[in-house]
């Protein structure tokens, strides 16, 4: 998903007090300090590394962060909830951390702590792009079409993403706007035609669902191919096909995706 994406850029903001942190450390430590922040192992062994860095130094906000995103990788959430909650109470100013708490109970289903999570990182970091997302994703997720749509525009302005673009469109179409005008004018925007363009080109009536999925190169392309073809059959009214798509992304997603908590907040809506 989208956020994930964006780690590495979100990691620099850091990368001043690890490198501090780790010129003082020694030995195991140093190796723990090293794997810890630059989270290059796998979640399980990142978690290892970051507990032992933890024994060393309690207050450290920034090895709480990373353990609370390998948590969240794995799709413990209520761990990385944890995680996360120490760092904020270490730094109530840290609104990545807010974030990413939001995306852990939004990965839980819980909407209305994601929403108040975002909208917190939105008090203290008005302009951040990712939160303006996310707290639009949650709305949509919430059913709060209108609401969604004004915040996924409030993101792209800050921040030319096509997940929002997608969300967006979703929103106003289900909101009961046309919608194609506005994604053709977005899309126009983007540097870059790689995934996920071929959803873009779905949703413009350019491409079927076939080729979509065709398209996606990786499974979690595939995976997400699945979600958004299956929201572009809700929008059509084709009840049958989006259980089909929505399913197939709830059996291939990885948990922690937005798709996959969205996917499965959709087939409830889709109970008679």
């Not at 090895?63 to 761990?79: I, P, S």
């Not at 203290?124 to 949650?138: F, I, S, V, Y």
């Amino acid at each position: 998903m989208t956020v994930y994406a964006d780690r590495a850029l979100r990691m620099l903001k850091r990368a001043a007090i690890a490198a501090i942190a780790l010129a003082c450390a020694t030995g195991a430590l140093a190796d723990a300090e090293k794997e810890c922040q630059g989270l290059s192992g796998t979640p399980d062994q990142n978690i290892v590394a970051c507990s032992q860095v933890i024994k060393a130094d309690s207050q450290a906000a920034r090895t709480y962060f990373n353990r609370g995103l390998a948590y969240q990788d794995k799709g413990e959430f209520d761990r990385a909830i944890a995680d996360f909650d120490k760092v904020i109470a270490l730094d109530p100013k840290d609104a990545d951390s807010y974030i990413f708490r939001g995306l852990a109970y939004q990965g839980q289903g819980d909407l209305d702590r994601a929403i108040v999570d975002y909208r917190k990182a939105l008090e203290l970091e008005p302009k951040n792009g990712d939160a303006w997302r996310m707290l639009g994703m949650a709305r949509y997720d919430a059913g709060d079409f209108k609401g969604a749509a004004a915040d996924l525009l409030r993101s792209m302005e800050i921040d030319e993403n096509a997940y929002a673009m997608l969300y967006r469109f979703l929103a106003r179409s289900r909101a009961g706007e046309a919608a194609e005008a506005g994604l053709e004018a977005d899309a126009r925007r983007l540097k870059t035609q790689e995934w996920p363009f071929a959803v873009i080109e779905l949703y413009l009536g350019k491409r079927s669902p076939a080729a979509t999925l065709a398209a996606a190169a990786t499974p979690d392309q595939k995976c997400l191919a699945q979600f958004y073809i299956g929201e572009w059959h809700v929008v059509k009214g084709n009840r049958a096909d989006a259980e089909t798509a929505l399913r197939a992304a709830v059996d291939t997603c990885p948990k922690p995706f937005v798709e996959y908590r969205a996917a499965v907040v959709e087939l409830k809506r889709l109970k008679p």
